[in-house]
């Protein structure tokens, strides 16, 4: 495995040929560039999401080059608050063209303990996170654990539920 640090991210993306799906079981995240808009957000202020637009942008220039770009997280309900923020900035995600879909942890079954990333079913990119926050990916291309991170992606995309039917509840 090598290592890929957060600026790194988006040349994966780049070099992916048809889908980049992501499998999110955490109900935090300690993601540095988050802090200040979760602060908002609980607060209830006023959203300025010009941190997030980088983000976007990259999901606008990939599902442009006809790249599909899918989520499923894993939640936890009653939703914490960071959760309930990840919901709200899930409009912005598939406003640019990302497909996102929620499954309560309790109907997931087995999952594994870290969130990951599949190229084209054949990449996989395991997210590490520092106690500080801050992302880095241990990439593999073993063909067993992307077959493995394949029927993992297959079983929890058919449990779970597209965004706005979610959010609809």
Not at 23 to 46: K, M, Q, T
Not at 90 to 102: F, P, S
Request: aromatic share 12%; with cysteine; hydrophobic share 40%.
């Amino acid at each position: 495995m090598r290592l890929v640090p957060d600026e790194g991210f988006p040349d994966l993306l780049r070099t992916c040929k048809r889908e980049a799906f992501h499998l999110e079981v955490l109900d935090s995240y300690a993601e540095p560039d988050e802090h200040e808009p979760l602060r908002r957000f609980l607060a209830g202020e006023p959203a300025d999401h010009a941190w997030f637009q980088s983000w976007t942008e990259l999901v606008q220039e990939t599902v442009g080059r006809g790249i599909a770009i899918t989520r499923v997280r894993i939640v936890t309900e009653p939703h914490t608050d960071y959760t309930r923020f990840a919901l709200a900035i899930a409009a912005l995600n598939t406003e640019a063209g990302e497909d996102i879909r929620y499954l309560p942890r309790h109907l997931a079954g087995e999952i594994p303990p870290d969130d990951f990333w599949l190229f084209d079913d054949l990449v996989v990119v395991f997210s590490a996170f520092g106690d500080a926050g801050g992302w880095s990916g241990a990439v593999t291309t073993d063909p067993h654990i992307a077959a493995y991170c394949k029927q993992l992606k297959e079983r929890l995309w058919s449990l779970s539920v597209p965004y706005l039917e979610y959010v609809a509840r």
